[in-house]
C-alpha cells in the first residue's frame, strides 16, 4: 500500500477498489507495525484535539502572544445568524480562525500540516460535520484522506512557509481539506486529487509575510481564505469538472515557484503585509516585538 506520489497513489485506489483514506490507513498500519484499531484511534485523538480547540476559542477567547490577534472566532459566532456565507462556510471560517487563536495563544491544536495552516482541516471537516451530522468514524476516514494528501505534498515538494512561502502551508493546507470534503461527500478518488490540485492552481504564488514575525496575521484570515477555496475546489470536483494539471505536476509547479519567491516574502518578516506603513506605525512595542522595520 505504500506510494510515493499521486499516480502510484490512484492506481492502488483503482485496483484495490479503496478510497484514498482506505488505502492511507493500511499504509499506516504498515509502516507503524500498529493494528488498525491502534491507527484509528490516534486519528479520532487527533479529531477530538480539533474540536476541543474550535470550542475553546468561541467559549473562551484569549489573546494570543503577540497581541494580534484573539478574540475573532467569538466575533464571528455572535454573527453566525446574520451571516452572508452559508451555514457551512460561516462555521469553517469561524472555526478554523478559532483554531489559529489557540495557535497563538500556546493552546495545543493539530498541526496540519503545520501550525500556521492548522486552522483550515479542522474547519472545513468540523463544519460539514456539524452541519451534515456525519459520523465521528466519517471525519476519522476524512484525516486519513487529508493525511495523504499532505503526505504527497512534503515527500515531492514542502509545506513550509519558509521554503515556499505560504502556498506550502495554507495552500497544502487547503489542497488536504478538499480532498478530505470530496470523499466525505461521496466523491471518488480521482476527483479527491483534483480538488487538491485545483486549490494549488488558485494559490499559487502566495507568499509568507508574518507581521512582527509571529505566526498571528495575515496568517489567522488566510486560513479562512483557504476554507473557502477548499470547499470552492471540493463543489467544482464534486460537480465533475476535471483538473488540467495533474496533482503531481501542480505539487512540482507549486515547489518551483515557491523557490523563485524572494526571500523577503518567505516568513522572514522582511516583506509584504510585514512591512506595511500601518504595521510601523503602531506604538504598541509587546504586540510587535522581534519587528524588523
Known sequence: MDFKNAAELLDICARESLPVSAVMRKRECSLTEREERSVNERMRRTLHIMREAVESAVKNPVKSMGGLIGGE???????????????ILSRAITYSMGVMEVNASMGLIVAAPTAGSAGVVPGVLLALGDEYQKKEEDLIDALFNAGAIGYLAMRNATVSGAVAGCQAEVGVASAMAASAVVELMGGTPVQCLDAGSCVLMNMLGLVCDPIGGLVECPCQGRNAAGVSLALTAAEISLSGIRQHIPFDEMVSTMYAVGRRIPVELRETALGGCAVAPAVNEKSNPPALLGRIV
Open 73 to 87: 472566532a467569538g466575533c464571528l459566532w455572535k454573527h453566525h445568524e446574520e451571516n452572508i456565507c452559508g451555514n
